[in-house]
C-alpha cells in the first residue's frame, strides 16, 4: 500500500509545537489515510526554531510564516503559536488554499474567532481548532454514551477546570500579557470546558458569572465562576481557576442524566466513572472496543496526555483524505467560534451581573 | 457527680424525630452538662406517636404541641417536624421560655424565619436551627484549619449536594407539596449547602441562578445552580440535585486558598482531603485530637452520619448550661434566616435573570 | 406489645466494655424480641468500674465476676475483658447456664478456646465471639453475595489489616504483654481477618507463614505475612501489622470469583467494591434492601463502626429469642476455637519454616 | 551538536516489538547521547515482519535473527519475541559483541537466564532485562525516597499483579504452551513484582508460596500467593493472578517503613501514594524535578505506559554511550537471572510445602 503524504508546516515551536510535532511523527506510522510529512517550523526566534527543527527533524526553520504559507509543498497549516498570532496567519494559509488547525483559544475575541471561521469556510478548506480534550478516549466514550441513550435525557452538566501554577507563576509569561492572551484562566481553561459542554450537551444559551483577579499585578483573569442554561433548558456549572492549590490539571466534567450519569478528570484521564441508577462504576476505558484503542496497547495499559494529539490530528488527516467530516467529533472552526461567544457573554455577565444571552452573528 | 437534667419536648416522629430520640438517649451517657430526660413526643396521628413514644422511651406522647409548650418541665422543646410547623410552635416554645431547636429550613419563607429569630431572641432563650452537618468531625475541623490560617486566604468555594431519588420517588410525598415544603432541592439540601458556604467563608452578598422542575407534575424545584459571592469579594457555586443517578447523599464542598485547599463529601464523612501546595492528603478525622473523638473510639474507628446528631445537641446542651454560645460552631436562628434570604435571592435571581443581592432586614 | 428483657453481666469496662454498652443501650429501643437489662458490670478496680456504671447506668459495679456468674437475674454474660480473662469467667458463666458472649481472640491458645466452645455446648447455651466485622453492613452484603452464586467460584482471597499505632505505642500497655494478650497483631488484628477468611470462603486447611517482632523490647509480634490453601483448595493470603504508616485501621480484603469480585476496607466501612466481569462499582450499603438497614437511615446516611456492635449483639438477642442460630452469620464458639487454630499453624508455620496443615481436634 | 549513531536490530514484532519500536522512534529526537538507527527487524512469518518493517520504517525485514546477529551496522540487539527465543538469539549477539536488550522473563529457567548473564558479561557488553516499570516515573521516584531515607528502614512489603483476561482467554495463545512460556502467570506477572521487590527492598532470601492452575486444560499456571523474606530479614507477599476480575493491569505495591510508607498501581500509572505518619498524600508525578519528566509536558499532563519503553531505552543508550553503568536502574541480565531464581523457589516452594531458601550459582 502505498499512502500519500500531506506537508505540513507548524507554526509555533513551545509547548504546543512540542506536542503536535510528535504526534505528526507517530502519525508516520500509524493506520491513517495520509502520512504527514514534516515540510517546516516557524518563530521570531531564528536561533530557537532551528534548534527545534533539528530535534524533531523538521525540513526547514523560517522566521516567517509568510514563507510557509507560499510553500507549495505544504498542504495543511497547523498554527500552535500564542494566541495573538492565531489570526493572521491562519487566514493566511486558508486562502492559500492549506487544510488549517489552530490551538485553542481560536482568536483573541469572538470577532475574530468569526472571521477564522467565515474565512476558512469561504477557502473551502478543512479547519480544526485544537481541543484535544475531545480526543481522549474517555471523553468520546462519554459522546458516544450519552448520543446511544444510555444516560436517558441530560438534565444537569457541571465541570470546573483548576490549575493552581498561578499562586508562584513568573509574572513576565505571555499567558499574564493582556495583549498577547486575550484573558487568563477563562481562555486557557474555561475554553476547555466550554467545548467539551458543548460537545457533550448541546448549544449554551444563557450564562450568569463572576470572574475574578486575584495576584496583584497580573492583567488576566485568575478564576471565574459561571451558570449555564442550555438550549434544550438544562443547566449547569462551570468553573475555572489557576488558584486551586492541590489541583494540578484537574479538568473535570459530571453529566447527570435520566438514566445514568458520568464522571471524568484529566488526572485520571484513562478512567471514566459510569452510573447507572445507584452507583458508579470505573471503567478503565483502554479496551480493544473503546474510542482511539486500536493505536494502542492491550486492556489496562494506559495513554498519556500526549496521546490526545495523536489521536486528534490523525482524525484531522483522515478528515483531508475525505474519511469524514471534522465535525462532529474535532472541533471546527465554527466551534471555536461559538466557544469564544460563550466567553465573551462571561465577560459580560461579570461585568453586567445580569444573566446574558449568548448571541451568535 | 451529680448532673442537673433537662426535660425534652420533641415535635416530630419520623426521620428527624428519630435521629434527634437517639441523640439525646446517647447524651445521657456522655460527658455533657446537662442530662436530656425525654418528657413528651408530639404529632398528629396518635396511634403513631405512641408507637413511638413506647419505642423510644419518651414519658408522653401528645397530638397537640401545645400541651408541650405549656409543661412546665420541659426546658428544651426541640422541633423535627415537616417545614410547615416550624413557626408556630417554636416561637410559642420560645414565648413561653423554653430553649429552642429547629430542623431546617427554618421557616417556609425568610419573613418566617426572622420572626422565628426575633422571638427567639426576645424570649432570651437558647435557640439552634438544625443544620448537622456542621457537627461532622471533618467539617468542624475544616472550619477550625481555615480559621487557623492554614489555607491562607480563601479565594474560591464550591459546593454541591447531590441525591437521585427523585427520579423514582413517591409523588404524594410531602416534600413535593409545595404548601408543607416551600420548596423542593433549594430548601432540603441548598439550605445545608448554603450554612456551609456561609460556616467555612462568610456572608454571602449576591447570587446568580438557575431554578429547575424537571419531573411532570412535581410543585417544586428537583434542582438548582448558582455561582454566589461573599462579602469579601470571593466566588464561589453552589449545586443541588434530586436527580444526579449515582449520587445517593453526596454533600460535598471544596475550599481554595492561597496557601492550601480542603475537600469533603458528605458520603465519606470521615475523611478530610487536606492540601498545602501540590497534593491531597487524605485525612481519617478520627485522632483523639480531632473533633468530637473524645465521645468515640480509637483512631480509624469511623463514627456514623446519627453520631451528628448527637455532637449538636451536645452542643445546644453545653450552651443551655452556659459553658458557651451556640454560636458560631452551632447554627443559631440568625443562621436560619440568614440562609433563608440566601435561598430567596436564588428564586429572585432564577426569576429576574440578574444578580440578586441578599438583603437583610 | 410487652418485650421480655435480658439482663445482662458485662466483664470489661474500657474499649469493648464501652462499645458493647452502647449497642445494649440502643437496643432498647430497637426491633429486637428481647430487650437487654442492664444488670452488672465488672472489674478489678472498683473506682473506674463505679465510675463506668454510673455513666452508663449499669444497676450494679462489681470487682469480682463471680457474683455475676451467681447473679440469678442474669442471663446473658458478655465477656469484653483483656485476653487472659477469657476463659475461666466465660466457662463459668456456661457453666451456671447464661448464654455468653466473648470478645476476640477466644482463648489465650487453641487448647482454651477449645475448652470454651465444649464446656459452652455442654451447658447448652448460646456462644457468640465477637467477631463484629461479620456485622459491618458491607461484609455481611459480600457474604450474601458471594452465597447467592454472584461471583460464580470463588478462586482467590485477599486480606490485609493494617495500623501503625505500633510505632509510638506505650510500651506498658496490657497488648504488649505476652501473659495478658497470648500475641501481637496476630491475636488482635490476625484473629479478625482469619475470621472474615472463614466466613466469606470456608475453612482453612493449611497455612504458610513469617511473624516478626520488630520494636526492641516487644514481646509479642508486630506484624505477619501468611498464605493459606482453604479446603476446597484455593488459595490466598492474609497479613496484619501494627506498623503500616498511613494505615489507621485497614482492615481490607478482596475475593475474586469465575463472575466476579470483591473488595472491601472498614476504613471505608459503608461501601462494597462490586465487580462482575471488567470494572468494578463502588455501592454505598446504605439501601432499605441491605444487610441491617431497618435500623438505620435513609440511603447514603452511614452508620459508624460502634454501630457494628449493635447489629451483633441483636443477633445474639434473636439468637437466644429463638428466631434463628447464632451460626452461620454470627461466630460461634467454634468458629472462635477454629480461628484459633489457624493462628496457632501460622505461629507452627513461622517457626517450621513449612506449610502447616491447620488440625481441628 | 552531531549524535552518535546506534544500529539496532530487534528480534519480535508484535506486542513488545511494537513498544520498543515506538520508543526507539521517540528517541531519535529526545536528549539522548546517542540516536538509534532501526536496521532491521525479524521474525518467523515473513509477511507480517515485512508490513511491520513498512509501517514503522524499519531498515529490512529478516525471517533469521542470524541475519541481525552477522550484520556490522548492528550495534545494540533488542530481543522482544516469545520466551522461548530469548535465550539462543540473545546470547550469539553478545557474543558478536552486540550491546542487549532482552524482554522479561530472561530465560526459559533460572538455567537459562544464569547462561545469558555470564555470556553477557563475558562478551563484555551492556545488557538490560526488560522490566519496564522500573521506568514508571512513579517507580522511581519510590526508589529515590527510599534511598534517600524519607521512610526510614523499610520493614513490610506488600505486591499483586492482577489480570482478568485468563477467564476468557483464546487456548491457542503462545502465553498458554509451557514450552513456549515456560510459567504463566509466574513468570508473565509474577516476574515484574519480583523485580519491583528487588529494586525497591533487596534480595530475597526465602520463599513459600502455593501455585494452581484453575481453567481446566491449561498447561500453565494461572495465579500464585507466596510470602517472602528478603536478605535484611523484613517480609513481604507477592501474589499474581490472570483471574482477577474487575482487575485489568493492576500491578501495585505498597512498602512500610518506620517513618513513612508508599503505595502504588499501574492502573494510575502517574501517581504514587506517600505517607509520612498518618496519611497518605497522592503525590502526581509529573512536576519538572520527577524521574523522567524533563522527556515531556507541564504539571499535571500525565504519560502513558508506553512511554515506560522511552525511559528503558534512553536509558539503556546512555549506558551504551558510557554515562552511567546499566544498574542500578536498569535491570541487568543479573537481575533477570535472580529473577529467575525467586521464580523457580516458589514453584519449588509450592511443591516441596516449604519455606524454600532462593540459591544463587
Excluded at 505540513?8 to 511523527?25: D, N, P, Q
Aim: hydrophobic share 40%.
Amino acid at each position: 500500500v502505498t499512502v500519500d503524504e500531506v506537508g505540513v508546516a507548524m507554526l509555533g515551536y513551545s509547548f504546543m509545537g512540542k506536542a503536535h510535532t510528535r504526534a505528526l511523527l507517530a502519525l508516520r506510522h500509524l493506520d491513517v489515510p495520509l502520512r504527514p510529512k514534516l515540510v517546516s517550523i516557524s518563530g521570531r526566534n531564528a536561533e530557537a526554531v532551528e534548534r527545534v527543527r533539528e530535534t524533531w527533524g523538521w525540513g526547514a526553520a523560517v522566521t516567517d510564516w509568510r514563507e510557509q504559507v507560499a510553500d507549495e509543498r505544504v498542504g495543511l497549516f497547523d498554527n500552535g503559536g500564542p494566541n495573538a498570532v492565531h489570526v493572521e496567519p491562519t487566514i493566511a494559509a486558508a486562502r492559500a488554499g492549506k487544510h488549517v488547525v489552530c490551538e485553542k483559544p481560536l482568536g483573541l475575541t469572538a470577532d475574530e474567532s468569526h472571521r477564522m471561521w467565515q474565512e476558512a469556510e469561504r477557502a473551502g478548506v478543512r479547519h480544526l481548532c485544537g481541543f484535544n480534550y475531545r480526543f481522549v478516549p474517555a471523553v468520546r466514550l462519554a459522546r458516544e454514551l450519552i448520543e446511544a441513550g444510555e444516560l436517558g435525557d441530560v438534565v444537569h452538566f457541571r465541570s470546573r477546570y483548576l490549575q493552581s501554577w498561578g499562586w508562584e507563576a513568573d509574572p513576565t509569561l505571555w499567558r499574564f500579557d493582556r495583549a498577547q492572551a486575550g484573558s487568563g484562566a477563562l481562555g486557557d481553561l474555561g475554553s476547555h470546558i466550554i467545548d467539551l459542554a458543548r460537545y457533550l450537551v448541546g448549544e449554551i444559551r444563557a450564562v450568569s458569572s463572576a470572574v475574578r483577579t486575584i495576584v496583584p499585578g497580573r492583567e488576566v483573569d485568575d478564576h471565574f465562576v459561571a451558570t449555564v442554561e442550555f438550549e434544550n433548558g438544562i443547566v449547569g456549572t462551570l468553573e475555572a481557576s489557576r488558584l486551586a492549590r492541590g489541583r494540578i490539571n484537574s479538568n473535570a466534567f459530571e453529566v447527570n442524566g435520566s438514566k445514568g450519569s458520568l464522571a471524568f478528570d484529566v488526572e485520571r484521564l484513562n478512567e471514566l466513572e459510569v452510573a447507572d441508577t445507584r452507583s458508579f462504576r470505573r471503567v478503565l476505558v483502554t479496551e480493544p472496543y473503546h474510542p482511539f484503542m486500536r493505536y494502542w496497547w492491550p486492556p489496562g495499559h494506559i495513554v498519556g496526555w500526549g496521546d490526545t494529539f495523536t489521536h486528534e490530528l490523525g482524525h484531522m488527516l483522515e478528515a483531508i483524505a475525505g474519511e469524514h467530516e471534522v465535525a462532529p467529533h474535532g472541533a471546527t472552526f465554527e466551534d471555536g467560534y461559538r466557544c469564544s461567544e460563550v466567553a465573551e457573554a462571561i465577560l459580560r455577565s461579570a461585568e453586567s451581573g445580569r444573566r446574558e444571552e449568548v448571541t451568535y452573528r
